[in-house]
């Protein structure tokens, strides 16, 4: 465990280092994009915080590579090179992004270049839960469903990327889950095997976002965005130490340990991401309904909801991840307490908690429009008593 926190500490030491230079160039040399129609801030602000964080994540994988602990993970030197150079065609194109406003067709090119770049490399979806048993899709099956999946994460983190320090935090507690889960996991299946790609991935992603939320929180305001470069490449990562999880199990007749895992791997990501990825499904209904790209912006997601409510940019950010938490742990519970009416009764006060503050405003906007009660009548002094 030790050494895990070492590496996250690595990572959060130098995107904090790298976004504040970035900032200072930003700002030196004006990259700050103007503000558009459907943006929350209103002072022009660098969206160039990917650079950072990619730079982070770079930086922890080289302190890795070198620590006997994680030889392992290097062991497989084609998946590595394949994931940064994933990475590294999703960086590229979402600083383009950032800076030149590119075409979504470009984007969601850009996506699948990279998501065939980890599937072609052995990054695969290799088996999926079915009842009691694991089942093996065949190759094409894996890079197709791998390509998928990972298109899908990227996009539904960059949707929810609209307040200051909302990616960064939901980041930091989804991995932090999800680093205890595949943690749990290796140490449950193997009494040596504590390393894994997974628990690597996410907690470099921890410290990546880590040292990056202090730039990005509002305070009173954010000096840096991880613009479309940083929010693709979160989703990116957070796909792959998914996928990564995969390889973990033994696809034979499984006990206890083997079976939840086999489910969790499902159910955890869709759980760490279940705000993002309501928010990108109902953003996608919503768009082709109205006859537009799903890609199309506008300001109509989550996050502009809670605000339209009437909550500041530091209460919605809160309330979502508070969601987010909530039923991440409350899935994580399922992986370690055998007794599953514990984690049902935590998910759901802790959504039923998070939800009533969320609907507060409404129900203070619905008393303050409330027609005035009857008027109590003034009394009639020539009836008062002598």
Known sequence: MRLYLLIGLVAAVVSFGVSLAVWRLSKRFRLAPAIRERDVHTVPTPRLGGIAMFLGVAAAFVVASQIPFFRLVFDNP?????????ATIIVVVGVLDDL?????????????????????????????????VLIVG?????????????????????FIDGLDGLVAGVAIIANGVFFLYSYLLAKEQSSTGYF?????????????????????????????FMGDSGALLVGLLMAVSTIAVTGQLNPGPPDRAVLV????????????????IVDFALAVVRRVSAGKS??????????HRLLDMGHSDVQAVLIIYAWTAVVALGCLLFFIIEDW????AFIAVGLAVSLGYALMPLSRRRRAAAPPGPVPAEPDPGKQEQ
């Open 341 to 344: 009416p514990i984690p049902v």
């Open 294 to 303: 799903p890609f199309s912006a506008d300001r109509k997601h989550l996050h």
């Open 196 to 224: 894994n790609l997974a628990s690597l991935i996410a907690v470099t992603l921890v410290g990546v976002c880590a040292g990056f939320l202090p730039l990005n929180w509002h305070w009173p305001r954010a000096r840096l």
């Open 261 to 276: 895992g086999a489910f969790i791997p499902i159910l955890l990501p869709l759980a760490v991401l279940i705000v993002p």
């Open 100 to 132: 030149l406003d590119l075409d979504w067709m470009i984007k969601l090119g850009a996506q699948i270049l990279a998501a065939a770049v980890l599937a072609l490399q052995g990054v695969q979806i290799l088996s999926l839960p079915f009842g009691n």
């Open 78 to 86: 084609a998946q590595v090179w394949a994931i940064f150079g994933a």
């Open 138 to 158: 065949s190759q094409f099956g894996s890079v197709a469903l791998t390509i998928l999946l990972v298109v899908l994460v990227m996009n539904a983190i960059n």
